[in-house]
């Protein structure tokens, strides 16, 4: 029996520079220009008055940082001391190259968020075999039992100026706010690996494992996963083998504390307004809880409603179902060679996505009742029923479908002109199918050829080695897929959506090569991206 006790500590630390943060109280005092009526230069009109109101635009939100909440349109200067060395600059908005560095350097901070990630993991193990007391046929069994314990904490701290609610984004309602949040997990393990049978005609081996974990969040609660898996091989250098698993995967850290930020919803999107209310079979009824017959939103709003995006501490766990069969192939009469392939089926429920605050909206009055996790997201005006603030961001939405083959060919060669090896991995992704409408979880889409899921990716390799010289070359090859931003869905009956649509298919070649003068001198190079192969088009306007 062996033994492991362990304990881990880390730590991340991130400043984020933010570089021109605009100060509204100094943008407006400097946009409140007047002439000095004693030199006649145009100047700050709080230079002159200290006392002075500041007007600022009617669009601004009525944080607490305004004099007159009620009254809107006026601020208190927060950030500086009017008068006559206040530094205001004047700023006339009109014209070619107006601003001057003078101004700039007036209404203009850099400011710099904090971030801090913390890590206390500490692990046991105990692992061994059963030869003391007892062997199967193939031999004895192997086991290991352990107990895992881990912390994380995150930490953001928002710079100084953005809680006054005196940037533009504050202004607006949409102030960065800071957050922290921690949660611990402890779990206990398990493994058996059962050598059934072994060095027998038609039976050369015959092996079944499984293993379970039981976990408890103080977020996510407890939670059970297992595996189990076989690997049968009649000879012939032939292994057949085959998985059964469940997993879970709760959320982490940032999924749940991350920084809410700033925010937009488009207004004519709003689903209860008379041009988008009879979209929907259950829409019209349920909007009558928030709007008056009739409701309009143009006759309210004309630009975007601020909100929030970011993390959610309400989360649930992802569950997982996964399915796996195939073979490795090692042929007595080909020495060297080695073939594997594993076809594989994952299905995920309560996925952790972002739902963008358009589609939450819909959902809430979408769906067959108000009573849903949506509808507290979106707030509206008690008398007008307008929205006025939304969430948005991470949320447990539908299903994952994924399936695929991995496939892998190794051949080592060694002969009177050196050892070669040769290597090819890949991977053909079959169906990728997304289950994300929040009314309707039958309606699936295929992402199965967009950005990042590509039908094909193969890694291929040969490398070649006499004495003390070697040389290789590795090639990537990615099938062609939609551009970054681009998706199946809006291809469906509209296939000339955009162009360029497709990145096109890549080949990616490195090259390597080393030298050892010595057991202590060697010496190497390589070429990335031999043939200068271009990246993708990272977006399209």
């Known amino acids: 029996i062996t033994y492991e006790v362990s304990y881990n500590y880390g730590r991340t630390d991130v400043n984020t520079n933010n570089i021109n943060l605009r100060l509204e109280d100094r943008f407006y005092a400097a946009m409140d220009a007047v002439e000095d009526p004693t030199t006649g230069e145009i100047v700050c009109r709080t230079n002159l008055e200290p006392n002075a109101v500041i007007p600022v635009s009617d669009f601004t939100f009525p944080y607490p940082v305004f004099s007159d909440p009620n009254a809107g349109g006026f601020t208190d200067a927060v950030s500086f001391t009017p008068g006559a060395n206040s530094g205001c600059v004047p700023f006339n908005p009109l014209g070619l190259n107006s601003t001057t560095q003078a101004y700039a350097d007036f209404v203009y901070v850099d400011a710099v968020d904090k971030s801090k990630l913390e890590q206390n993991v500490f692990l046991a193990s105990l692992a061994g075999t059963t030869s003391a007391w007892f062997s199967l046929p193939g031999g004895a069994m192997g086991w290991a039992v352990g107990y895992e314990y881990r912390e994380e904490k995150s930490e953001f701290i928002v710079n100084e100026f953005e809680g006054t609610g005196n940037t533009w984004d504050g202004s607006n309602g949409n102030a960065v706010s800071g957050i922290e949040g921690e949660f611990d997990v ?39 996963s297992w595996s189990a898996g076989a690997r049968y091989s009649p000879g012939w250098g032939l292994t057949l083998r085959g998985t059964w698993a469940t997993a879970v995967r709760a959320p982490n850290i940032g999924e749940l504390f991350s920084p809410q930020q700033p925010n937009f919803f488009a207004f004519q999107d709003d689903p209860c307004s008379i041009a988008n209310i009879n979209a929907n079979a259950n829409r019209a009824r349920n909007c009558q809880q928030f ?10 709003i004309t630009a975007g409603i601020p909100g929030v995006t970011g993390g959610n501490p309400d989360l649930l766990p992802e569950e997982a179902e996964t399915y796996t069969i195939g073979l490795v192939w090692e042929p007595e009469f080909i020495l060297g060679l080695r073939l594997i392939v594993d076809y594989y089926e994952t299905e995920i429920e309560g996925a952790i996505d972002a739902l963008d605050v358009e589609r939450i909206a819909e ?17 509206r005006d008690p008398t007008f029923g307008f929205i006025t603030d939304h969430r948005s961001g991470q949320i447990n939405l539908g299903a994952f479908d994924v399936s695929g083959v991995d496939f892998g060919f190794n051949y080592s060669l060694e002969s009177s002109f050196g050892f070669w090896l040769f290597g090819i991995t890949g991977t053909h992704l079959l169906d990728f199918d997304e289950f994300q409408d929040p009314v309707d979880p039958t309606i699936s889409t295929s992402r199965k050829g967009e950005f990042g899921y590509p039908e094909w990716i193969v890694n291929a390799s040969i490398n070649w080695s006499l004495d003390r010289f070697s040389l290789g070359w590795n090639g990537r090859f990615e099938d062609s897929q939609l551009l970054f931003g681009l998706t199946n869905a809006q291809f469906d009956g509209n296939p000339d959506f955009a162009d360029p649509s497709q990145s096109g298919s890549a080949w990616v070649h490195d090259f390597n090569f080393n030298v050892d003068f010595t057991e202590k001198v060697r010496l190497y190079a390589g070429l990335n991206n031999a043939f200068d192969r271009k990246p993708y088009l990272g977006a399209l306007t």
């Not at 017959?293 to 143009?298: E, K, R």
């Not at 009742?369 to 979106?378: E, G």
Request: hydrophobic residues 40%; glycine residues 4%.
């Open 186 to 224: 402890s779990e206990f393990f398990f493994e058996v690996q059962a050598p059934i049978l072994a060095d027998m005609k038609f039976a050369e081996l015959l092996e079944v494992t499984f293993a379970g974990r039981l976990s408890d969040y103080s977020t996510a609660g407890k939670n059970e």
């Open 291 to 300: 709007v008056p017959d009739g409701y309009d939103i143009n006759d309210f």
């Open 363 to 379: 959902a809430c009055v979408d769906l067959a009742s108000t009573d849903n996790q949506f509808c507290p997201l979106i707030q």
